[in-house]
């Protein structure tokens, strides 16, 4: 008998399929959730090198890796929503003294306007990315840029019906990203086929309030989108962005009209930010409340500072640079305050 021991022979890698459906149908506003591209087959292949002598986790069952980020994105955005509510009450408040004939109103007008404008204009280094141009919060979604495609709508299509319209964004094209129109569609089924064709590219489409197709995409994606897009047979198009609902610029110039107008427009948003405030708010609770959820045992913790220690011990080169790696960035006063959100 022969009793050589044989080392167990490498399996191979498998191929993995990714594949991501369109969505369905199209929203009445342009309101609905960015989906994953679709993607082709892709073939993994991972090379072979020496395993570093890392001591195993032994416990990583509780761990919520999107954990930190949606805690930070949340109280980021919760932070904003405050400052900017505190900055709208006090310019309505400068507006409604200036409307009385009050003179402390006039001075104080200006400047808090000059101040409410700077934080508008900083909401997308500030927010967190999840408040859009609407001071609407949405929790797990990026905020979206609202735009149209100059000449693309529903009436000069319904006309043109029969019609194949081949779209490129950014470079990224072909036959997936095709739609074809009959001559029997309504507006809204429009703009559902061109929701799903454009899907795949983090591109949707709707109608907006006066039936009009309304495209969106992540406030990230809007560079790249805005002076890539391309239509079979018209070439690159141009874009528009839609402006913000609420117009909260020239606050404070014009007549007693006009300071009323703006009066308006600043209690609306004022409750519009009441609103994504509360949401922000729940966001946050719930992420604290995974957090308390996924806290290790001290038993848990004792075996993680174990293997951590076994592998700082070790004079192997991969393991060193992987935690010198991870340790990157890492100060005492971030620890500080990752500590003291417990």
Known sequence: MNTTLRPAPTSLPAT???????AKGAPALVRSQPQAPQEADVGVRQSVRPTPHIAPRRSQGNWDTRLQGDVA?????????????????????ALSAKLAGMKSGARDLEARARQLGATIASRSTQ???????????????????RFRITGLDTGMLQAAAPLKLSFSVGGAGGPQ?????????TSVQIAARLDRTLAPVDVRAGL?????????????????????IAISGRGRVAT??????????DLGTGNADALRQNLREVVQALERVRRSQDAASAALNAATLRAAQS?????????????????????????LLAITSALVGVSRERVLALLGMR
Not at 16 to 22: D, K, L, Q, S, T
Not at 73 to 93: G, P
């Open 73 to 93: 994105s949340a109280q980021q955005a919760r932070d904003y929503l405050n400052r900017v509510a505190t900055q709208l009450e006090s310019v309505k408040a």
């Open 127 to 145: 927010a967190g990315g999840s408040v859009d141009a609407q001071f609407a919060f949405s929790d797990g979604v990026p905020a979206q840029q």
């Open 208 to 228: 907006d309030g006066q039936g009009r197709i309304e495209f969106q995409t992540a406030e990230a994606n809007w560079p790249l989108v805005r002076d890539s």
């Open 16 to 22: 993995v399929n990714i594949n991501a459906g369109a």
């Open 240 to 249: 528009e962005t839609v402006a913000p609902d609420v117009h909260l610029a």
């Open 295 to 319: 806290e290790l045992s001290a038993e848990e913790l004792a075996m993680t500072a174990q293997d951590f220690a076994s592998t700082a011990a070790s004079h192997d080169y991969e393991s």
């Open 177 to 185: 990203l095709a739609a074809a129109l009959e001559p029997e569609m």
